[in-house]
Structures are given as C-alpha cells and as structure tokens.
C-alpha cells in the first residue's frame, strides 16, 4: 500500500470516527438530564445494595458463629472463602456474556464500515 493511499485511508477511517462521535454527543447533549437523572438513581441503588451486601454478610458472620459455635476469626474465614467463590463464578459468568455476539446493528455497521475503508462496496 502506497503513502498516499495508506493516507486516504486513514483520513476515512478518521472522518468516520468524528461522525461516530459527533453524533453521540449531540444524543448526549439532548438526554443530558435524563442521563444525569439516571445516573443519580443508579448511584444511589448502588450504595444502597453495597450497604444491603455488608448487613448480609455480618449477619452470616454472626450466624455461623451462634450455630457452629466457630470463633471470630474462623466465621469471618468461612464468610470470606463463600465470597471468593461466588465472586468466581460472577466474574466466569460475566466474562462469558462479554464475549458476544454482538447487536445485529453493530456488526452491520462495522460490516459497512469496513467494505467502505477496503473499497468493496
């Protein structure tokens, strides 16, 4: 590939890019106080279910400490090593969504996107 079409190419690559952007921050721009909004909420449900885990697990603790009769520190390891291993299989099952596929618009503009930038339409 020459400079100069190494060049066009990355000058088209570059414009799509600005449109891409351009057009997200002017959606942005108009649901700036729906998103802000949501954002708020979101927060604020978030500490909320933090606050709600940290409760549950003082609870467990003290649980297993009345009903084994386990020490402080043996309940607080049992609570832990539960911990370890369902943030195990949320982190597998997370990353398995992550993976894909992806929306049917995304990878038909990707699809596009690339035709235009090699040159087969």
Do not use: N
Not at 41 to 60: D, E, N, Y
Request: contains cysteine; glycine residues 10%; hydrophobic residues 55%.
């Amino acid at each position: 590939m020459s400079r100069s079409s190494f060049s066009k190419v990355t000058a088209l690559m570059s414009s799509v890019m600005d449109v891409h952007v351009r057009i997200a921050l002017q959606e942005a721009s108009r649901e700036k106080r729906r998103l802000i909004g949501g954002g708020v909420f979101l927060g604020m449900g978030l500490m909320l279910l933090t606050l709600a885990l940290v409760a549950s697990q003082l609870v467990l603790l003290l649980w297993l400490r009345d009903r084994f009769g386990l020490d402080w520190l043996a309940a607080a390891a049992l609570v832990a090593a539960i911990d370890v291993v369902l943030s195990g299989f949320c982190l597998r099952i997370g990353g398995q969504l992550l993976k894909g596929p992806y929306l049917p618009e995304t990878t038909a503009g990707l699809a596009r996107t690339t035709r235009a930038l090699t040159g087969r339409f």
